[in-house]
Every structure is written in structure tokens, then in C-alpha cells.
């Protein structure tokens, strides 16, 4: 179980190579999440329901999600 932002954000770049790649090369990988585009925040939302649906994140931990 993904207890932790930290976690979810680390397993989002690796379950999503293209992005984590493009994040990379403009530089912006670790920046806030307005920083990144719509593609990705959209990719990562749908991620983040995906785990809680899934049973893998807590309701608490999905709603204060960011990437």
C-alpha cells in the first residue's frame, strides 16, 4: 500500500516513461505540478483515482494528492 505523496509521485514517472522522460528533458521533473502540462496533471489525476480505486491509496491521501 502507497502511504505517502512521495510514493504515488515516484511510481506515477515510473508507470508513465514518456512523461517522466519529457518532465526530464524540459527540466521540470521535480517542479510543482502547474509547472508541468495539461497532459501530464490530467495523467497523473486520473493515476491518482486509479489507486484509490484500486484499494492501494487511503480516500485522505488521494485528496491532498499533488504532483
Same mark, same amino acid.
Request: with cysteine; glycine share 2%; charged share 20%.
Given at each position: 500500500?502507497?502511504?505517502? #505523496?512521495?510514493?504515488?509521485? *515516484? #511510481? &506515477?514517472?515510473? =508507470? /508513465?516513461? $514518456? &512523461? =517522466? /522522460? #519529457? !518532465?526530464? @528533458? *524540459?527540466?521540470?521533473? $521535480?517542479?510543482?505540478?502547474? @509547472? /508541468?502540462?495539461?497532459?501530464?496533471?490530467c495523467a497523473f489525476v =486520473?493515476?491518482?483515482?486509479? +489507486?484509490? =480505486? !484500486?484499494?492501494?491509496? $487511503? @480516500? *485522505? +491521501? !488521494?485528496?491532498? !494528492?499533488t504532483l
Amino acid at each position: 500500500m502507497i502511504t505517502t #505523496q512521495k510514493q504515488i509521485r *515516484a #511510481q &506515477f514517472w515510473l =508507470d /508513465h516513461p $514518456s &512523461f =517522466d /522522460h #519529457q !518532465a526530464r @528533458e *524540459a527540466g521540470i521533473r $521535480s517542479k510543482p505540478q502547474n @509547472e /508541468h502540462c495539461a497532459t501530464v496533471r490530467c495523467a497523473f489525476v =486520473d493515476y491518482v483515482d486509479m +489507486l484509490y =480505486d !484500486a484499494g492501494q491509496i $487511503s @480516500e *485522505a +491521501l !488521494a485528496n491532498r !494528492a499533488t504532483l
